[in-house]
């Protein structure tokens, strides 16, 4: 059962605007969760995280927005830019542990020039 | 500082052989992982370990075996491969739990035919 989910396989954006990226999950005790990002023929380098106490937390260029009501995530991306052409990972814990963690199948992001 | 280091990077293997897998990581992080990466499916926790001596089964644990001797190595061993663990498989460690950012190795292209 996939408890992570990213339904969108890919998205393209132009550089400069931003990028929104999406995850739902469906269990209701994670309450951790993570972004990745991966570049081809590297491993996951880790982007952003939040916990379930905060509906938001920001770095940068990066947001990530947290419903729990609608068990959602997004991850924003302002401006894009080319360097952030990358498979991004969601990631949940927390569901039979802190060392449980479910990936979703990623989402294939494109920025444009 | 390499960070973490697995090895090889590709394999192939015939059904029924054995194999290990490499991973060091020079951090001196406690926890570490392995994952396997399948198309469509994001990333699947095989096995983890939360300190030397100590192991503990992931979310596919099945066909795999793990040790770990010292906190640096964190091989990941098939027993008798079978065309189901055609995978790219990463290694990560982490200085917290494995709800905190870890650090992915290259990943490793197994093939079994």
């Known amino acids: 059962d996939q408890q992570v989910k990213q339904n969108s396989p890919s998205l393209s954006v132009q550089e400069g605007r931003i990028s929104i990226l999406n995850c739902d999950y469906t269990?209701?005790?994670?309450?951790?969760f993570l972004w990745y990002k991966k570049y081809p023929a590297e491993g996951p380098t880790f982007l952003i995280s939040?916990?379930?106490?905060?509906d938001k937390n920001e770095d940068g260029r990066f947001t990530v927005f947290l419903n729990k009501s609608a068990k959602h995530l997004s991850l924003h991306i302002v401006p894009s830019q080319p360097g952030d052409s990358a498979v991004y990972f969601c990631?949940?814990?927390?569901?039979?542990?802190?060392?449980?963690?479910?990936f979703g199948a990623g989402t294939r992001l494109t920025v444009k020039p | 500082n390499a960070g973490v280091t697995q090895t090889p990077k590709f394999q192939v293997l015939k059904t029924g052989q054995s194999m290990t897998l490499q991973c060091a990581q020079d951090?001196?992080?406690?926890?570490m992982s392995w994952y396997r990466q399948d198309p469509g499916m994001g990333l699947r926790l095989i096995h983890y370990?939360?300190?030397?001596?100590?192991?503990d089964q992931g979310e596919v644990p099945n066909g795999y075996n793990v040790s770990r001797s010292t906190t640096e190595d964190f091989p990941l061993r098939l027993l008798s491969a079978a065309p189901s663990q055609t995978s790219v498989y990463f290694c990560?460690?982490?200085?917290?739990?494995?709800?905190?950012?870890?650090?992915f190795g290259q990943g490793t292209r197994l093939t079994v035919v």
């Open positions: 990560a460690s982490s200085h917290g739990q494995l709800n905190t950012e870890a650090f």
């Open positions: 269990n209701s005790m994670f309450d951790y």
């Open positions: 939040i916990s379930s106490i905060k």
């Open positions: 990631a949940a814990s927390g569901g039979t542990g802190n060392n449980d963690m479910r």
């Open positions: 951090m001196n992080h406690e926890y």
């Open positions: 370990s939360v300190g030397a001596g100590i192991t």
